[in-house]
C-alpha cells in the first residue's frame, strides 16, 4: 500500500516568493493535515482537510493556506515567504480524521528561504 | 506556551536493556496520546497510542503507560534494538473540534542504542 506522497522534496525560494506544495494521501484516506517543523518550534500543526473543506487551523498567519481537491489530494501555499518559513514542511492522513485513528506522514518537503 | 514536553533532548541506552522516553503535558482536555518515530529525511511513523481511559498499552516490544493525575507519559521499548536510534515524538490530542483533531508535539527526544 502506498504511503503519503509528498512533492517535491526539496525546494528553495527566495524572500517575497509564493510556493505551493503537494501531498497526495493514502488511498481511501480523507483527512489531510499539515504540520510545519523547525529546529526552534519543533512540528506544529497547520491546518486539517476532510471532504475539500478545512476543518481546523493552527495558529499560523494568513499567509499559509490550503485546499483539497474532491480525490483527497491536498495543496499547501504560502504567500510573500519570509526567511522564518524555512522548514520541513510534512504533510500527515488518516481515513476520516476521527481520534483514535493514527495520522500517517509523508518524508516532507524541505522549504529553505534565501 | 510548550503544551506537551519532552525535557530529555537525548538518551543512550545500551543493546538489550530498557529504554524510557517521557513526556509531560499541561493541558487537561489531552486525552488521546501517540508515539512516533522519526529517522532523519524521513517523516514520523506512527508507533503506539493510548486513550486516557487506559493507563497502559502494549504492543510488542513498546509499552506506554500514562499517569493523568500526574500528566506524564512514558514510552518503555524492551529490549532495545540499535535499530530503535531515532528521535521520538510523544504527541496529544483534547478532540477540539468534533471528530477531527490536530496534534500537538513535544519536541522530541534522540535515543541511541549502542551496540
Known amino acids: 500500500k502506498a504511503g503519503v506522497t509528498q512533492t517535491p522534496r526539496y525546494l528553495i525560494k527566495t524572500r517575497g516568493q509564493q510556493v505551493t506544495l503537494s501531498c497526495s494521501p493514502i488511498?481511501?484516506?480523507?483527512?489531510v493535515s499539515w504540520y510545519q517543523q523547525t529546529p526552534g518550534q519543533g512540528l506544529q500543526f497547520l491546518f486539517e482537510y476532510f471532504s475539500e473543506t478545512q476543518r481546523n487551523k493552527g495558529n499560523f498567519p494568513g499567509r499559509f493556506s490550503g485546499r483539497q481537491f474532491s480525490n483527497s489530494r491536498s495543496e499547501m501555499n504560502v504567500s510573500t515567504l519570509e526567511l522564518g518559513d524555512s522548514a520541513l514542511y510534512l504533510c500527515?492522513?488518516?481515513?476520516?480524521?476521527?481520534?483514535?485513528?493514527?495520522?500517517?506522514f509523508g518524508d516532507g518537503t524541505r522549504l529553505s528561504i534565501l | 506556551d510548550q503544551q506537551v514536553k519532552q525535557n530529555s533532548p537525548s538518551l543512550s541506552v545500551q543493546e538489550g536493556r530498557i529504554s524510557i522516553l517521557n513526556c509531560d503535558y499541561t493541558?487537561?482536555?489531552?486525552?488521546?496520546f501517540l508515539w512516533y518515530k522519526k529517522y532523519p529525511a524521513e517523516g514520523p511513523t506512527f508507533l503506539i497510542s493510548?486513550?486516557?481511559?487506559?493507563d497502559k498499552n502494549e504492543d510488542g516490544r513498546f509499552t506506554v503507560f500514562l499517569n493523568k493525575s500526574a500528566k506524564h507519559l512514558s514510552l518503555h521499548i524492551v529490549p532495545s534494538q540499535p535499530g530503535d536510534s531515532a528521535v521520538y515524538f510523544c504527541a496529544a490530542s483534547d478532540g477540539s473540534g468534533g471528530s477531527n483533531y490536530k496534534l500537538t508535539f513535544g519536541k522530541g527526544t534522540l535515543l541511541t542504542v549502542n551496540p
Open positions: 493541558n487537561s482536555m489531552f486525552d488521546y
Open positions: 500527515a492522513s488518516s481515513l476520516t480524521g476521527d481520534r483514535g485513528q493514527p495520522q500517517h
Open positions: 493510548i486513550s486516557s481511559i487506559k
Open positions: 488511498s481511501g484516506h480523507r483527512s
